[in-house]
């Protein structure tokens, strides 16, 4: 074949078939630290902006939240003290298959529209969401479920699949039976409406410019000796060169918060642990 017809069609074939070209499940939107990312054997800070994929897990310290979007318009919110693991993505159907290994999570998916399903283990429970709000928790194996809007299908062993959609109604499969009840509307609005990040203070967000700049040194060893130290503490830090006329700078940032209350909350905090002084808050 003349180099001119198969050079273009092998380019378009790598492109296609590149990581790159790869969607990706879902993507981190916004985060309340203490929040880790672990993949390939490593640990990080877990920040806004970064893609999941299959053999990731999410995990979440005390008070820290993560909230993951999906380019179908559904969420899931990963409560404290959470492994929330991603197993496996189905390209062909967009199907996400995931687990709560420990902690709590908010489901939210649109209803009506395209909808990708999401599957979920939760201790012995096997869930299945496409649409409506969902809360679930996982405690030494022991799944709890509360449906509060919509609908999902669930099975468990010697549980038959079966598809569920009372609102504000509770589930928990124990030795083998369904155990169930209802709550008060308002309760199950009040229960879900704590798993989001809407009223928490120190939020990163995915787009937001606001920065928390803890410290500025000529020498790049204790800014980056402190970044370390907060990144294994769930704080996505990071030190960045800056010159002006009085010479070189390395600065220590944390970024980017939803807000300049966001910025001021963390920075001050973290700055009075670690002695650094007051912190610097600006916009990017």
Known sequence: MPRSLWTPALALLITFFSPAAITAPAAIDGVL???????????????????VR?????????GGTVHMERNDGSSVHVGEHSRFE???????????????????MRYAG?????????????????????????????????????????????SAPGLEPTRYSDPASWYRVHNGDLD????????????????????????????SRWVANLLSLREPANARRLAETLQAQGYPARVEQHRDS????????????????????????????????DPWIHRL
Request: charged share 25%.
């Open 180 to 207: 169930s009840g209802t709550l008060a509307p308002e309760s199950a609005g009040r229960q879900s409406g704590a798993m989001t990040l809407a009223d928490a203070r120190g939020v990163m967000e995915q787009g």
């Open 54 to 62: 299959p053999g990731d897990t999410l995990v979440t310290g005390a």
């Open 110 to 154: 649109p209803v009506g529209g395209v909808t990708r399903p999401m599957y979920l283990d939760a201790g012995l429970l096997r869930l299945e969401f496409d649409s409506g709000e969902v809360l679930a928790e996982v405690r030494d194996n022991v799944g709890d479920v509360l449906l509060v809007a919509g609908e999902f299908r669930m």
């Open 86 to 104: 991603i197993n496996h993505h189905d390209p062909d159907s967009d199907a996400l298959y995931v687990r709560m290994a420990e902690g709590r």
């Open 246 to 277: 009085r010479g070189t700078w390395h600065r220590l940032l944390i970024a980017p918060f939803r807000s300049e209350a966001d910025a001021r909350a963390v920075g001050g905090a973290l700055a009075r642990e670690h002695g650094t002084g």
């Open 33 to 51: 630290s203490p929040a880790w990312l672990e993949r390939d054997g490593e640990r990080e800070a877990l920040s806004p902006g970064i893609e």
